[in-house]
């Protein structure tokens, strides 16, 4: 049988030497290109460090669409790539130093299939496709969800690559043939730069096929499905030099060489690398559109009452496991600001904060995670109306509507920090968020106050800032990922937000206990 749980470290000494001595000869900056991409829009970023501080500049930004063919969602990667290859060309003009390398970061579970011409058999199917569910029921028909989850760690959802590669298999059964390798996003992207295929542990650690908080394909899992073995190329460690940008690519580009490393290639292990934390009992929330909030560990939690509340396992780029929940973010009040513009009611999210710090407070909440917020729409309608089904205030001002959001998110991360204490038995100390969301001031503050503890708000940008400071551990640069997080610490300022009002805030944290059991009295 092949070797699956076989771990490629390609590393060279010779690099970090040549680092060490670039830096000897003076303390000009240094530079790297991050490419970013989420799940509606992707960038190429420019990182420069003079060995003490990182700087960010962004220079090519694009949206990612996906796109509906007559039998599935996909998406389009060929236009990804193009934009990949014109943000290359940007990040390399203005500077005098030329750019050392290049590394990609994704969204999690999606993959595309490669022949072995190297051609792409068909562009990667979309995480949301309806198909996935019937592969998911398939799947826990072979193995049921409590061994499937203590296998993996990856608690079972219909998007996870598990299910999807299992449709596949199935669907393409005569077209996979032994020479056909699956490839997740982020090592799609790197295989059409470098030429190499791999596959990066953190990004390996999203799909469920692996072995719970080890860098191994589950080879045991994959027997059971029917995936061929020979799908799975070898897996690599963050912080792999992967080799160079293919003479093609360069000749095309009409650009020098650079290197291509495989970092935390999951956007949230990249992230969850640039928090600028001292100690190691910390929360992390990584919030945007949506949040993932969960805590740093050296083992994964893989009993039922972790699968039960939600909480999957997943891979850090230090060899650990970070255990996490998939939050409420911001969608609520950005589908409330596109309501408002439909509307003709046009505000900045700064004056949208504005109107919510001058609401009345603790008037009524919603349950954010609730099913029926998943789709676009009249937001502040559906608002409207879980209050009044829940028998609460109803929100009718802008700043109303603004602030039940956020007091209601900041409640929801309480009961997740609860939930951590639960299946970890250690309750953190402090909250490190990043993300676009600690933008939102109020909103940090109320997550202080709810959690009772401090918030430490920023990077901003952590996920092209982890990315970039991962490629420069690997040149060398500095040293560990303790030095990253001291860089970030004094490239980025985080500020720190302290508990205010805690005791009102507690009997909030009751109501809000109190709503969840209605709704879902009422639901039932």
């Keep these: 049988m092949q070797r699956l749980w076989t771990v490629v470290s390609l590393t060279s000494k010779r690099l970090v030497a040549e680092a060490k001595e670039a ?36 220079v ?10 007559g039998d599935g969602l996909y998406w389009d990667f060929l236009r990804l ?9 940007k990040g390399i003009q203005g500077i005098s130093q030329p750019v050392r390398s290049i590394a990609v970061d ?15 058999c068909f562009n990667p199917r979309h995480y949301r496709e309806s198909r996935n569910a019937k592969w998911m029921e398939e799947a826990l028909r072979m ?21 999807q590669l299992l449709g596949s298999v199935r669907e393409h059964s005569e077209g996979l043939l032994p020479d056909v390798r699956m490839l997740l996003m982020p090592d799609l992207f790197n295989y059409y730069l470098s030429g190499q295929q791999a596959c990066e542990y953190t990004i390996a650690s999203t799909s469920g096929l692996l072995h719970a908080g080890d860098a191994r394909w589950n080879e045991q899992l994959i027997g059971r499905l029917g995936i061929p073995e020979t799908l799975f190329p070898p897996l690599v460690q963050p912080g792999t030099v992967l080799g160079q940008l293919t003479d093609d690519l360069c000749a095309e ?15 949230t292990a990249s992230a969850l690398a640039a928090i600028p934390a001292t100690d190691s009992e910390f929360a992390f929330i990584s919030c945007g559109t949506w949040s993932l909030m969960g805590v740093e560990r050296d083992i994964p939690v893989l009993d039922n009452r972790s699968r039960q509340l939600g909480f999957t396992n ?46 009345t407070a603790h008037q009524c909440y919603v349950s954010p995670g609730d099913g029926v917020y998943l789709a676009p729409g009249d937001m502040p309608e559906r608002i409207r109306q879980q209050c009044s089904v829940s028998e609460q205030a109803i929100p009718e001002t802008t700043g109303a509507i603004v602030r039940c959001i956020l007091e209601s998110l900041a409640l929801e991360f309480r009961q997740t920090l609860d939930e951590l204490e639960l299946i970890t038995g250690t309750r953190p100390r402090v909250i490190h ?19 009772g503890i401090p918030v430490i708000a920023g990077p901003a940008e952590a996920t092209s800032a982890g990315n970039c400071m991962l490629q420069f551990l690997a040149h060398g640069e500095v040293s560990s990922l303790s030095e990253v997080r001291e860089v970030m610490a004094s490239s980025f300022s985080p500020e720190t937000y302290e508990p205010e009002d805690t005791a009102r805030w507690q009997e909030a944290y009751v109501r809000y206990q109190n709503l969840n059991q209605t709704l879902a009295s009422k639901s039932n």
């Design 143 to 163: 193995v049921n969800e409590e061994e499937l989850y203590s296998m993996s760690g990856v608690l079972p959802q219909q998007i996870n690559t598990v299910f």
């Design 253 to 267: 580009l009409k650009i020098e060489p650079m290197q291509v490393i495989s970092v935390g290639s999951h956007d």
């Design 314 to 359: 997943e891979g850090t780029v230090n060899g650990k496991v970070r255990t996490l929940k998939n939050r409420s973010g911001l969608w609520l009040l950005q589908e409330c600001k596109r309501q408002w513009e439909r509307e003709n009611q046009r505000f900045t999210h700064e004056e949208l904060v504005q109107l919510a710090a001058s609401a």
């Design 60 to 69: 090519h930004r694009f949206s990612n669409d996906p796109v509906h063919l």
């Design 23 to 58: 830096l000897e000869m003076g303390t000009q900056a240094t530079h790297v290109l991050a490419a970013d991409y989420g799940a509606g829009s992707g960038r190429v970023v420019r990182g420069s460090f003079d060995g003490s501080k990182l700087s960010l500049e962004e």
């Design 81 to 89: 790539f193009h934009e990949l290859k014109q943000g290359i060309v």
């Design 106 to 120: 994704t969204w999690g579970v999606d993959y595309g299939l490669v022949d072995g011409e190297g051609r792409l």
């Design 433 to 451: 968020m990043v993300g676009g969301g600690v933008h939102n001031r109020l909103l940090c503050q109320f997550t202080a106050n709810a959690a």
